[in-house]
């Protein structure tokens, strides 16, 4: 064979290699699921919006009455490193990056149904980028509004870089180096990796473009990548904590077994009726539907001053509670111990709801004082679990979040806080709200009402 038929072999052989499709493993370890040339490996789902590829980039384009569309890897993963690089040039142009994804093909009368861990790509204002969603099912996961430095990563009409690791029950996300979301989930063990073209809502967005390119994988040896920003964990394990979590100075207020670092407020111990503790689940039982004249309130044997405090919590039909911080038991008031309050209420079923100014007597809001912003898509139906959080900083800058969205900001002590605090129910407690320090409360309003996964931060 002479040297030319030698070479043309040669350069055949590596085409052929370098075209073999998903499957092409590197030498590192990461293997190439998109090969640059064609979609083998990928099959499109659950919408009509096209993919094509066109000069090493996989292009999706919006069409008009689709619903969300997905080109999703025809092998599944379990435990991955995944990273890619994504660009959107408009900002109606939402799109996503699906991983362990799951497909009904059978739901929606035969047009099948994408679900699972979303991680998004959010060219609007809100800058949610790399957040985590769970796309029709239970919503976000990861709202980047718990990583507000994170909202400005996101460059429109330029591909950005996506790192995802999906460990074990662990999902962490970098958007063009930086950290974005960290979840801690088992709903999904397995799944695809899926590229969306959303839906659009209006007729002239038909045509808009997404492109994706160098998507690769790692599924063995994983190195994962240190976690060095100091952010907030949606940690859905049940009363435990990650180790990076311990690392970074949270404790769990309740654990899960026992009313340890628990009493009732004005005694000196936990009610010996009424508050219950099964299966890692703390609940105050259905009673008379009257302000802690059953059981009574519970609070924590410890004071805290500044602090990041999360907590699950679940109520049932037309129930009342609330979790109150800063209080001090010192007023000798009749009813629950008097505290800011984090109101935790059926919003369509309990009066006290319509009762107040403006609504701020409603589910998450400063009870009393401020009204919660939620909109009614972040917060789950009764019956199910939410996600409160309450942040105090040393300056006394206050923050109430429902499912890791802010709805509440304040300032204690400030003018426009005693301002506040002068028309409502509580004018009647001199400095109300403003003591350097106090116990947590959970409320017995005589509505059943159970609580999991209370953890708090102390913030120096």
Not at 96 to 113: C, F, N, S, T
Not at 374 to 389: A, H, L, M, S, T
Request: net charge negative; with cysteine.
């Amino acid at each position: 064979m002479n040297y030319r038929n030698r070479f043309l072999v040669y350069s055949l052989s590596l085409l052929a290699l370098w075209s073999c499709g998903p499957q092409e493993k590197q030498d590192d370890g990461w293997k190439d699921l998109f090969n640059g040339e064609d979609l083998n490996g990928w099959k499109t789902v659950a919408g009509t919006a096209t993919f094509e590829v066109v000069n090493g980039e996989i292009i999706g384009t919006a069409v008009a009455g689709s619903p969300n569309t997905f080109l999703i890897t025809e092998e599944t993963f379990g435990d991955f490193i995944l990273e890619l690089e994504l660009k959107v040039e408009h900002t109606s142009s939402n799109s996503g990056v699906m991983a362990r994804g799951q497909y009904d093909p059978a739901a929606r009368d035969g047009k099948g149904l994408v679900f699972g861990y979303q991680i998004e790509a959010d060219p609007t204002e809100r800058g949610w980028s790399a957040g985590i969603y769970d796309e029709a099912r239970r919503g976000w996961l990861y709202p980047v509004d718990l990583n507000p430095e994170a909202k400005s990563l996101f460059k429109l009409g330029e591909y950005n870089h996506y790192r995802i690791e999906a460990i074990g029950d662990e999902i962490k996300t970098w958007l063009n180096g930086k950290e974005v979301a960290y979840v801690v989930d088992d709903m999904d063990k397995t799944g695809f990796v899926g590229l969306q073209v959303h839906s659009i809502r209006n007729a002239e967005d038909a045509g808009r473009k997404t492109y994706f390119k160098n998507v690769k994988i790692k599924t063995e040896n994983l190195d994962p990548k240190p976690w060095g920003k100091d952010l907030p964990v949606v940690n859905n394990r049940l009363n435990q904590l990650t180790d990076y979590e311990i690392a970074n100075g949270w404790r769990l207020l309740f654990n899960g077994q026992n009313s340890e670092g628990w009493k009732g407020a004005y005694k000196d111990s936990f009610p010996t009726e009424g508050w219950s503790i099964t299966d890692g689940i703390l609940t105050i039982a259905k009673t008379d539907g009257s302000e802690s004249q059953n059981a009574g309130d519970i609070v924590t044997a410890e004071q805290f001053s500044a602090f990041d405090l999360a907590f699950d919590f679940r109520l049932t039909e037309g129930a009342n509670s609330g979790l109150k911080y800063f209080v001090t038991l010192s007023e000798g008031n009749k009813g629950s111990a008097i505290g800011l309050e984090y109101q935790i209420l059926d919003d369509e079923k309990h009066p006290d709801a319509k009762m107040g100014i403006d609504g701020n007597r409603t589910l998450s809001s400063l009870y009393d004082l401020i009204t919660s912003s939620k909109q009614p898509r972040f917060v789950r139906p009764i019956g199910e679990w939410n996600k409160g959080r309450v942040v105090v900083y040393p300056d006394n800058r206050v923050e109430h979040y429902i499912n890791g969205v802010k709805v509440v900001e304040y300032v204690r002590g400030s003018q426009e806080f005693r301002d506040l605090v002068a028309i409502s129910k509580y004018k009647i407690w001199e400095n109300f709200g403003e003591a350097p320090q106090g116990h947590i409360l959970l409320q017995d309003h005589g509505d059943e009402v159970s609580f999991k996964n209370i953890k708090i931060k102390t913030l120096n």
